[in-house]
């Protein structure tokens, strides 16, 4: 079965649409973290960002930042989270590549928060993990 935002990318599902191009198109969330929250989105059907092939990626990063700095001198946000979830260990709940554009007006402001908060990282040991993931990269 077709996900969402293949459905709305082929027009069977009406959207809001900010912007589109050949191969991203950019609507607003239907739930509103923020006023103007948008998702880009790539047309082709990636899982999510780490299938996406890097050419496609560049372009939906490239749209996301032109989205945030409009958010900026349109709206007067004071800021903008950009983010990706990757599955739904992560908070993916499409599973359709796509990037969060949040503009972020006042500190703590109710419809989204963003903390991280460190682990106990005591029984890590810090350089045997970087040269693990290190030595993976592709
Ligand atoms: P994520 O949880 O990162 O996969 O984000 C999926 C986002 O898609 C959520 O923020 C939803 O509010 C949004 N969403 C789901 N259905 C629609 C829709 N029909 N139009 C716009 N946004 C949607």
Not at 2 to 19: A, L, M, Q, T, W
Not at 47 to 76: F, T, W, Y
């Amino acid at each position: 079965m077709k996900d969402i935002f293949c459905r709305i990318i082929e027009g069977e599902i009406p959207s809001n649409k900010v912007y589109e191009d050949d191969d991203v198109i950019a609507i607003l969330d239907i739930s509103q973290l923020t006023k103007g929250h948008t998702l880009v989105i790539p047309k082709e059907h990636y899982d999510n960002m780490l299938s996406c092939p890097k050419e496609l990626l560049h372009k939906v990063i490239d749209v996301a930042q032109r989205i945030g700095q409009a958010c900026v001198s349109v709206l007067g946000a004071k800021g903008v989270n950009i983010l990706t979830n990757v599955n739904e260990i992560a908070g993916q709940s499409v599973p359709h590549f796509h990037v969060h554009v949040i503009p972020r007006y006042v500190a703590g402001e109710g419809g989204f928060q963003l903390t991280m908060k460190p682990q106990d990282i005591s029984d890590l040991n810090l350089p045997m993990l970087a040269e693990e993931i290190k030595k993976e990269i592709k």
